[in-house]
């Protein structure tokens, strides 16, 4: 079982972190205030988080005898992000329902170094015009979080720990992301903006996909949802 170290004051907190024992997060990359992390630990890695939040090693899990059905999904955390993903794929859907010839405004197109899934979804779903987010934000989590569609650089993120990734998603019965399973995924991430293309990742090629004609907003791809880890 993994516990989230508790923190009382600020000392305490850079004291352990000077220790070794975490790395301090990229503040500007998972667009969170500092303070934020002065009360928990999140260790780096692949757990299973059950509804409760509770989060576990896969061999921890394995060992508890939990069912598939108390699982939330499977938690990644990095330097860059913490996320959970979804043990499902919902379905395929387009990232938008018209070919348009300009970006859209506030939704990075900055590629790997976009972790702002959530952001990027709620802009869409205020569009009324992403069956792809809209499908992401209907789904529900086993423990009642709604989902995002991941931006490119959140979904890059599970690439450090794929094996264990795929591990962890086959002790809970979710699903197999690779050649055989459903690619590429639908990021919130949008391609290059002259081209109104948008940001897939093919897991079992290892390779992003921004351009050619298949990868036009209107085009449909499979869509992972993930939600936040708190």
């Not at 959970?84 to 405004?105: L, N």
């Not at 990742?201 to 290892?206: A, E, I």
Request: charge should be negative; hydrophobic fraction near 35%.
């Amino acid at each position: 079982m993994i516990y989230l170290k508790e923190f009382n004051t600020t000392e305490e907190y850079n004291a352990f972190v000077e220790s070794g024992q975490m790395k301090r997060p990229n503040v500007s990359l998972v667009n969170e205030p500092f303070t934020t992390y002065y009360n928990k630990y999140f260790p780096l890695g692949v757990f299973i988080q059950h509804v409760d939040g509770t989060l576990f090693t896969e061999a921890d899990w394995t060992s508890s005898g939990f069912s598939n059905e108390e699982a939330n999904g499977v938690a990644v955390i990095t330097d860059n992000a913490r996320f959970v993903v979804a043990k499902v794929i919902p379905g395929k859907a387009s990232y938008y329902d018209t070919d348009i010839t300009t970006p859209i405004d506030g939704i990075s197109s900055s590629g790997s170094k976009d972790f702002a899934g959530q952001k990027n979804t709620n802009i869409l779903l205020s569009t009324g015009k992403s069956e792809a987010a809209a499908m992401a934000a209907n789904y529900s989590f086993p423990n009642g979080n709604k989902g995002y569609l991941p931006a490119l650089g959140e979904l890059l993120e599970i690439k450090t720990f794929y094996s264990q990734f795929l591990s962890a998603m086959n002790s809970i019965g979710g699903v197999v992301i690779n050649s055989s399973g459903p690619n590429p995924i639908l990021s919130s991430t949008q391609g290059d903006t002259t081209y109104h293309m948008v940001m897939t990742y093919s897991f079992f090629q290892g390779s992003v996909n921004p351009y050619g004609a298949d990868y036009y907003k209107t085009e449909q791809f499979s869509i992972l949802p993930f939600t936040s880890l708190d």
